[in-house]
Each structure stands twice: as structure tokens, then as C-alpha cells.
T-cell receptor, first 113, second 110 residues
Framework: GDSVTQMEGPVTLSEEAFLTINCTYT??????LFWYVQYPGEGLQLLLK?????DKGSNKGFEATYRKETTSFHLEKGSVQVSDSAVYFCALTANQAGTALIFGKGTTLSVSS | DVKVTQSSRYLVKRTGEKVFLECVQDMDHENMFWYRQDPGLGLRLIYFSYDVKMKEKGDIPEGYSVSREKKERFSLILESASTNQTSMYLCASTGQETQYFGPGTRLLVL
């Protein structure tokens, strides 16, 4: 079945460091891909998404490119801030409206000043 | 902005109690979901609903039921709470291929 694998955490960085969180997927169709973020004590918020191959999603300085050839959707940010400390989830859907998302297990990011 | 609200942020119940978790969305979305989130396991789908009075089992429906009497409201029911149902419960609704989540209910079953 479809699945998402993301790098184990926690990831610990200093402020202004470069961030990469790896995400790869297995899917039979042509899924849409998502990154969600969960700040402490809160629900998940959509960070960015891409709906087809080679699309780049971006938001708040974060970027991820949908790579069909490597089945990957790695999250990157050029300069992290303390406020980026959160849990990041990679997810996919089968591209049918209303289909539940399949999530990776989440990667905890901790940024220190 | 889409808003998904959950009735409680924190809940403490005793083993054997019947527990109701309520979720309301204000965007007229047809599809609604209940997940549980546990450390090291990520999010797992319990049930979802694609219309009023319709429901589908997710990956871990055992010990849970749901109710969707109105389009905006989706309730998760723990028929007889057990300690292994201590978890964070997240509700979501879908619009434009995006899921919008509520803030979560952290349930402790003693």
C-alpha cells in the first residue's frame, strides 16, 4: 500500500543553519504531497503542498519539490529560526478529494539561539 | 479562514466510561476525519465520513464509533474507554484537496 517515510529525529540546529528533512514515498497512483507542521500543544497546520511532478511548494521560507523520479519531497529552509521548532510531517493523498492523508511519523526540529 | 474546533483540549476519564469527542467545521466540507496521534507512531486514521450519516472505517477503528448527524459536526465515541486509548485525538475536514485540522484533544484514561 501507499506509504511515507521521513527521516528520524530529533533534528537539532543552531539559528540560521540550513535545514533539510528527507521524505520519500511509495504510491501506486499520482499523489499530491504535503508538509504539515505541528507547533507545541497545537494541531497540524498545512505548511506547503505540491500536486504534480516537478511542482515546488513554498511557504514561510520553506520549500519542497515533488520529484517523481526519486519519489521524494524533501523539505528545506535556508536559515532556520527558533520559532521553527516544531514537529514536521510529510504526507500524501491519492489525489481524490476527501481521501484521507497518509502521514510519515514526523520529525522533531529543535532550533537553538 | 477555515476553522475546525474540538470540544475539549484536555480530558480525563476513567476506564469503562463512555467518551464523546466533538468536532465542528465551519466551511461546509463534506469530508471529515478522526485521527489519533501517538509518539513514534505518527497519525493513524480511526474513521472518516464523506457525507451526513455516512462513515468509513480507517486503519484502527476497534473500540471506537462515530456519528455524523449534521454536515458540520463529526463525533468520535469511545464506547468503553480503556487505558490504551490514552492519546491525542485530531479531527480534520477536507476542502480543495487540503486537510484542515483542529487543535486536538489530549485524552487521559485512568
Amino acid at each position: 500500500g501507499d506509504s511515507v517515510t521521513q527521516m528520524e529525529g530529533p533534528v537539532t540546529l543552531s539559528e540560521e543553519a540550513f535545514l533539510t528533512i528527507n521524505c520519500t514515498y511509495t504510491a501506486t497512483g499520482y499523489p499530491s504531497l504535503f508538509w504539515y507542521v505541528q507547533y507545541p500543544g497545537e494541531g497540524l497546520q498545512l505548511l506547503l503542498k505540491a500536486t504534480k511532478a516537478d511542482d515546488k511548494g513554498s511557504n514561510k521560507g520553506f520549500e519542497a519539490t515533488y520529484r517523481k523520479e526519486t519519489t521524494s519531497f524533501h523539505l528545506e529552509k535556508g536559515s532556520v529560526q527558533v520559532s521553527d521548532s516544531a514537529v514536521y510531517f510529510c504526507a500524501l493523498t491519492a489525489n481524490q478529494a476527501g481521501t484521507a492523508l497518509i502521514f510519515g511519523k514526523g520529525t522533531t526540529l529543535s532550533v537553538s539561539s | 479562514d477555515v476553522k475546525v474546533t474540538q470540544s475539549s483540549r484536555y480530558l480525563v476519564k476513567r476506564t469503562g466510561e463512555k467518551v464523546f469527542l466533538e468536532c465542528v467545521q465551519d466551511m461546509d466540507h463534506e469530508n471529515m476525519f478522526w485521527y489519533r496521534q501517538d509518539p513514534g507512531l505518527g497519525l493513524r486514521l480511526i474513521y472518516f465520513s464523506y457525507d451526513v450519516k455516512m462513515k468509513e472505517k480507517g486503519d484502527i477503528p476497534e473500540g471506537y464509533s462515530v456519528s455524523r448527524e449534521k454536515k458540520e459536526r463529526f463525533s468520535l465515541i469511545l464506547e468503553s474507554a480503556s487505558t490504551n486509548q490514552t492519546s491525542m485525538y485530531l479531527c480534520a475536514s477536507t476542502g480543495q484537496e487540503t486537510q484542515y485540522f483542529g487543535p486536538g484533544t489530549r485524552l487521559l484514561v485512568l
